[in-house]
């Protein structure tokens, strides 16, 4: 019997879903993925994702493996899914990968993109796809914070307070930067990985400091190890896209 490895990419509009990960009686991408990828296979397959989003948050690139031993063709696999699965959930590419092909253990860094608007009145269209900012931002401050939060740093700052896991909290941030068009702004962040809500933190205190309510020094302050504040605010979900997933040794 063949056993393939399956690595499927996907995007997701996360309005509808209650996160990535499977939840008792809640909608969620897995728990549509592996019912698609079942009514394919006739079989009950575990699928292993590249990373979780939280509700509300949206995917560009996600990448998803599998084992099967259902015989067809790896690359014609996402047409397979494609009628099996939900309007919000598009399955792009699939391919075979190596038998120890890992989604989660094999990505080498993600970036994600945070989209603000900075229009006066939003259309309500875009109310689950971006955030709304009025307020004057200060871009020259915007970069100096980026530049403040790239490399290694302990980012127990930038997590979900109700998190009482003890966990490493050291995170490095290989990229950061941000990109004007007209009344969009988009914050871009690169890493190996990041901590719960980290990323809406970043964003949401880069904002703070861009509007003039704290200072660099204020910014600095939140990597001090006597730092006993959380950064804040953070912004809502809907504004938050996992961008691309860069994988290393990835061999078919």
Not at 42 to 60: F, K, L, P, Q
Not at 131 to 138: P, V
Not at 167 to 173: A, F, H, L, S, W
């Amino acid at each position: 019997m063949t056993i393939q490895n399956i690595l499927l990419k996907i995007q997701y509009d996360g309005s509808l879903f209650e996160g990535f990960q499977i939840q008792k009686n809640k909608r969620t991408v897995q728990k549509e993925l592996e019912d698609a990828i079942r009514k394919v296979t006739g079989e009950e397959n575990r699928i292993i994702a590249s990373g979780r989003t939280d509700s509300g948050v949206h995917a560009n690139e996600m990448y998803i493996n599998f084992l099967t031993a259902k015989i067809i063709r790896a690359d014609k696999f996402h047409f397979h899914l494609k009628k099996y699965l939900p309007d919000d959930i598009l399955a792009l590419e699939s391919k075979k990968v190596d038998k120890n092909f890992h989604a989660r253990f094999s990505v080498k860094t993600k970036t994600y993109k945070y989209v603000i608007s900075l229009d006066k009145i939003l259309h309500p269209i875009y109310r689950n796809y971006m955030e709304q900012i009025t307020y004057k931002l200060d871009f020259d401050k915007l970069k100096q914070g980026m530049e403040i939060l790239k490399g290694e740093h302990d980012f127990k700052a930038f997590m979900l307070s109700e998190k009482n896991d003890i966990i490493n909290t050291i995170r490095k941030i290989d990229d950061c930067y941000f990109v004007l068009n007209e009344n969009r702004l988009y914050l871009y962040f690169k890493a190996e990985s990041f901590l719960h809500n980290q990323v809406r933190i970043m964003a949401g205190s880069l904002i703070e400091l861009s509007r003039g309510k704290i200072s660099l020094d204020d910014f600095k302050y939140y990597f001090n190890k006597n730092n006993t504040r959380r950064a804040n605010p953070t912004l809502k979900a809907g504004g938050l896209y996992l961008d691309s997933i860069d994988y290393s040794n990835l061999k078919s």
